[in-house]
């Protein structure tokens, strides 16, 4: 977004500081001090920057008894074709020029002319110096946020070399004549300028010491000065900027009308306080800061003061407290943090009309521009580090040796201000943004744990810093209004703001845009560990929490700001500019959250096996020993790796806890909605996404409940996902087994899950980049594509679509049907699986490639239905692949490998179809109950017909005996491997699908009727239970595997 044009003209950036105080301090405020619309100022050099050729001439003619005047004429001498005119443009090298200049004056006067110690002293050192004042203004120029440009008429040295004795840091863009090849005033030149300022003539003001230089400038449009000498050219570039450039107190102006303070009581008070040397005129200027409390720069004889007052009229107690200020900034004086030295606080409001403050000015330098423009690296990072510095002296401040136990309330400061700054937005809240329900649900969950007590500042950036001018060393720490005693972290994330927002972002110019390494800024994290590190505290891990919060502290503050421009004289351009930035802050708030969310993700157990071995370990201990209570493992709860833990309160603490987390959330965000998500499927919108679904997938992701699929030993490392062994998982996708919906809402739903093993198992880099990636962030949704119409597809040898290798690329024709996921608008990656060489081996014949769904040639024919379900948005679609032309990098390990593939993308997740199924039944079983128990029929409770006893007898049995043998499956594929867990793998594909169905259909006919409508998720679990028994390999085919392993036993 470009922020800069959004913005423009707009007062957000004032009002933002006003509605930076605390909520009750915000009152009637001036309006901003709007300036010019000028955005680059460019100097000549010789004349304006350095000494005029002229004026060096003319000492260098007296001293040599030269006529006055006859260098610059001679060098006028001959326009466009003249020597000085070629060597400005680079056509003559020194020598040459020096030879035809020195006949040419010599003819003039008839004698001989010494040119070369005139061109000597010319370029010396202690000539060629730029003016002190201007780079005074130069700086000053920038740190309002003005390029600079040099355009200079100059020539080649000696040694090969432009003339340009400047700083060259000092400009955004240097144009040299003998470089380009052109000279001013050619109006190439200055539009030349211009581009490279990327500005309009309009915009920018032309400094020159010659008229024919700057009537060109002006014929296009660009503002001019003529300069004669420095000081008198600064004042009118001053009227024309409306800042001073010359002995500058920065960020000073003349006194606001409104904000006046009588002068002769305030020298009256002055002098009492100073002395009676204090005498002479009163100097009174207003800094363009400190909006809330005004602030003035005073000047009386050689003192020169900071006053800072409360505002005038009638004020909330707590609000304004200047007091308070002058109470942190002494205590922190004396406690040697750096502070402006403070003199005297005078709540006497006769004086000045209300109480005050004074301190001493504290001269340095103030970095504006985070970015820090014109410095090394090496100063950027030695900037940022003082910066670091002395937020952790701040920090380390003992409270009650400095006497500020009493500043602040202690403990709880994030809590607390969650709760404030959640009541502010409501309290100004214009419509629902969906970024900030999120958090503000998600933030008080999350609240950091540990949190330490110091004196906060609440507003600590680099612009409220002086530094020391010379090094990196920050003089005093400014603006105290929002400090208190609070939880030190938040000032740390608070100061990393910038690092996040844009650098044309109205209210702090951030750093996002940049490349912070490069400029040798630390990154967040960096700066996050490096004060950790400074403060020897350990590592703050959650930073991404306090980053979530400083981003939803600044989106509250924004929205109270465009409550009142609503309310107010703003246009509606302006209110609708401040509406879109509490929607950016508050998204980026919780692209932290999300952050967090995979943090704790990451954090989960790591369960690894000690053996593979199933033989060893099964001679080692007994597979399963009954523990005689409901929470059932084989071994102690301690240690449950290699354990066959059979219900989920035996899971080690940190699953246990994931899987009371999940259940929790499926009970109160889940079943909540599955009546709209099932009426969405039905409606005329049912082939888009829908939002509620995408709206709790972001909640999951911020929860830490994401991608809990991948194995242990398919991502070992952890890379990517959770690391749960297959039997922690069974626990958890039981439990989203419950829900149809809920696998996808936690980004676990087929045909996604076995898409992303098969791309962490075989995929390259580059693939992994571009698919697993985004599918694993849930940004992308993919499809297999084996089944065809044409063939038995139970059988993958039989798949007969062709891939083709021609001219470099392979081609794909094939008619598939089945394929699930492939209309949903988010599907971008179809894994295909064809035929590359009908003459190979049976089982190397098929092989897998990654096709873009927005391949040309892949037509979607229609999507098929179960039941007369479509399974809408993602469908199971009949597809035509016609000459769909794939780069050859698309192939997934290389030909022939497609049955290999196909048989590892099955692998763990073969069974996570079984482990669903057992939540299918478990919900069933549980809504049957409720249901049989509230209805009558022939005068007592259907729970009380013996029929319905009896059914859900059976219905528990199955589903325990079911579940026992997925539980003994996966257990098996982690101790033993999944080629040991074959057998058992087949038999829980053979029985659960079956199993479910008995146990729904039980259910479905105690509901009555009702089962059968979609009031309940009963119809759809049937569906798809008898779905499963050919989704996953049809029954038959199980079951041959399981008789030809027993006969073979
Ligand atoms: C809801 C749903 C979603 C699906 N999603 C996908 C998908 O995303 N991608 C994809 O590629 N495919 C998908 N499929 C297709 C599925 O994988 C196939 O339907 C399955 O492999 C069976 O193939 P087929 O339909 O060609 O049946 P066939 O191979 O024609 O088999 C028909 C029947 O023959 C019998 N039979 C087959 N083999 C044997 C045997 N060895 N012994 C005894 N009897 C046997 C069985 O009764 C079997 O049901 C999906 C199917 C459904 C219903």
Redesign the pocket.
Known sequence: MGFTRLFRCSPVPWAWRSAHMKPAQIWAQPPPRWKHSYKAVIFDMGGVLIPSPSSVAAAWEVQNRIPSGMIIKALVTGGEKGPWKRFMRGEMAVQEFLQEFGTQCSEMIKSPVPVDSFFSLLTSGQVAKQFSVMTEAINRIRAEGLKTAVLSNNFYLPNGESFLPLDRKQFDVVVESCLEGICKPDPRIYKMCLQRLQVEPSESIFLDDLGHNLKAAAQLGIHTIKVNDAENALKELETFLGFPLRNIIPNTCPVRKTMEIPRDSLQKYLKNLLGSQAAGPLEVLQFSHGQSNPTYSIRLANHHLVLRKKPPGKLLPSAHAIEREFRIIKALSDAGVPVPKVLDLCEDSSIIGTPFYLMEYCPGQIYKDVSLPGMEPSQRKAIYSAMNQVLCQLHSVDIKAAGLEDYGKHGDYIQRQVQTWTKQYRATETGTIRAMERLIEWLPQHLPEAQKTTVVHGDFRLDNLIFDPEKAEVLAILDWELSTLGDPLSDVAYSCLAHYLPSDFPIIKGLSDLDVTQLGIPTAEEYFKTYCCQMEIPAAENWNFYMAFSFFRVAAILQGVYKRSLKGQSSSAMAEQSGKLVEFTSNLAWDFAIKEGFRIFKGMPNTRQSTRSYSQWAHRRPLLVPSGTRAQATFSKAASKGVLIISPEALSEPVRDLHHRLERFIEAHVYPIEQELRNHQMSEAKWTPPPQMEELKEKAKSEGLWNLFLPAETDPERKYGAGLTNLEYAHLCELMGRSIYAPEIFNCSA?DTGNMELLVRYGTEGQKSRWLLPLLEGRIRS?????EPQ?????ATNIESSIEEKNGVYIINGH?W????ILDPRCQLCVFMGKTDPNAPRHQQQSILLVPMDTPGIRVLRPLS?YGLEDPPGG?GEVLFENVQVPKDHMVLGPGRGFEIAQGRLGPGRIHHCMRLIGYTERTLALMKERVKSRVAFGKPLVEQGTILADIAKSRADIDQARLLVLKAAHLMDVAGNKAAALDIAMIKMVAPSMALRVIDRAIQAFGAAGLNNDSPLAQFFSWAR?LR??D??D??HR?MVAKMELKR
């Not at 499809?783 to 089944?787: D, G, L, R």
């Not at 063939?791 to 059988?795: I, N």
């Not at 089945?818 to 996921?821: D, E, F, K, P, V």
Request: hydrophobic residues 45%; glycine residues 8%.
């Open positions: 045909p499809c297999f594509a084996m089944t063939v038995a597809s139970s059988d598939k089945w394929i699930s996921g179960v199971h779905a050919l989704a390999g049809p038959e085919v041959t």
